[in-house]
């Protein structure tokens, strides 16, 4: 049984998907203007092992993640460059999966684009407008808030609330203070022609369009950080209450943020980190580690010592992989019939790691399970009596629990002359032939073959 924290209800809650053995899961993804920072990068990060984990567990995943390729910083880029919007977000769109190989990420099922969606987004307003959960103004368009019930229930703000906190301006057009945008009439940037006026939808409502128009209706999960829940998570929801009456997703799942030094992480503050520029020093694999060692809930506060910790972790994991991935390469090449021996502790292993992840996915626990793994494996290749099938049910187990953090390591079986220099180097070693495992052991190092 899988438990998710549904941060509609702030509860824990066992998942039950809308169809049998499926799961639909959409997450907010990036305003295309910039390449993305490693606060931007722990959604990434984090949703994707979801959906790797559900795969794990034999559901068939659609994941979509939709990229803002329309917005007031993009147009404030464009000016300053001097080139159109759509060369700025084509440049970014492109960097940033770029990125999301580089972080070992899953390609999403879509990525749509805003640009893509604007005649349903049109429409999907003038739903609004003849429901009359919207009003016009001079061309622009909003969302008349008071007209649902439970406005805010995601970040458990109450209209009450925000209405004694908003700021009252006595020229503003809107009906209430809260009341947000859903089409800005403007001159500036690109526009398109609508019913009110020539202009461009309001971020808060291409979201809901996006996911009804690949979806088809309400879906299981909703991601996004934590910052998203309000105001933007909480106008997905009016609207989607407004035109079909349901709250699009039956789980919404949201992620604490990265900070620095106690300070948010932000590209307007300055304070970022690249995630490329990440990258270009340490491995994915580590930096996973370093993300998925919190609980996905709690805030990361980004510290150089995490990522040297994160990095030393990687390397024991990757020493003990590759040793078990050579013994079983040198020693059992011709391996005889499978004699069904299993392992109970491996088995138990990993139970531990599945319990951990369906524990609204603790990938704190889960990486000590691996490491409990790793422990364990270290000890069976210690004990020339192992078992070949044990050494390969535990190679496949430690596949497995990386492949759900997404953390791969890459091998290739031996050549003949290869296995043949490790071997040699081998047998030297035990005969106490020091000076030629020296002279073995370089040549296997200049060769490339990892060891």
Not at 345 to 370: R, V, W
Not at 427 to 442: M, S, V
Request: charged share 25%; hydrophobic share 40%.
């Amino acid at each position: 049984m899988i438990k998710i924290y549904n941060s509609l209800t702030n509860k824990i809650e066992e998942f039950v998907p809308l169809r049998k053995n499926e799961v639909s899961m959409y997450v907010c993804g990036s305003t295309v203007y910039n390449y993305i920072h490693i606060g931007n990068s722990r959604p990434v990060i984090f949703f994707d092992t979801v959906a790797r984990f559900f795969k794990y567990m034999g559901y068939k995943v659609t994941y979509v993640s939709n990229f803002t390729d329309i917005d007031d910083k993009i147009i404030n880029k464009a000016k300053q460059e001097n080139v159109s919007e759509t060369e700025i977000s084509e440049r970014y769109i492109k960097a940033i999966k770029e990125t999301y190989k580089k972080l070992n990420c899953l390609p999403h099922d879509a990525n749509p684009k805003v640009t893509e969606n604007i005649d349903g987004i049109i429409q999907f307003i003038d739903f609004m407008i003849k429901k009359e959960g919207a009003y016009v103004i001079d061309g622009d368009v909003y969302f008349d808030v008071a007209k649902i019930t439970d406005y805010g229930q995601l970040s458990g703000q109450t209209i009450e609330n925000l209405m004694n906190g908003a700021r009252i301006d006595n020229n503003d057009k809107k009906h209430n203070p809260i009341d947000f945008t859903l089409w800005k009439r403007t001159d500036e940037g690109k526009r398109w022609d609508s019913p009110w006026s020539l202009g461009r939808p309001g971020w808060h409502t291409e979201c809901v369009v996006m996911i009804d128009n690949i979806f088809k209706g309400p879906i299981d999960i909703h991601g996004g950080g934590l910052e998203l829940k309000f105001p933007h998570h909480d106008n997905e929801i009016a609207q989607s209450i407004c035109v079909h009456n349901h709250k699009i997703a039956n789980y919404w799942m949201h992620n604490g943020r990265i900070d620095m030094g106690g300070e948010k992480m932000s590209k307007s503050l300055g304070n970022v980190i690249w995630a490329d520029e990440l990258l270009s020093k340490t491995s994915y694999q580590a930096y996973r580690l370093l993300i998925l060692n919190v609980p996905y809930r709690q805030p990361l506060d980004y510290k150089e010592e995490l990522l040297v910790q994160a990095t030393t972790d990687f390397e024991k994991i990757n020493r003990t992989y590759i040793s078990l991935f050579r013994k079983i390469d040198l020693e059992f090449l011709e391996m005889k019939p499978a004699n069904g021996i299993i392992d109970q502790e491996l088995l138990d292993l990993k139970t531990a790691f599945i319990d951990a992840m369906s524990d609204d996915f603790n990938t704190a626990n889960a990486i000590t399970a691996i490491f409990t793994a790793t422990k364990h494996i270290n000890n069976l290749m210690r004990n020339g009596k192992t078992e070949a099938d044990v050494l390969k049910q535990a190679l496949k187990l430690l596949d497995g629990m990386l492949w759900v953090l997404g953390i791969n390591i890459e091998l290739e079986r031996l050549r003949e002359e290869e296995k043949s220099l490790v071997l040699q180097w081998q047998q030297a070693r035990k005969n106490k032939e020091f000076i030629q495992a020296d002279i073995l052991r370089e040549e296997i190092t200049n060769k490339g073959i990892q060891l």
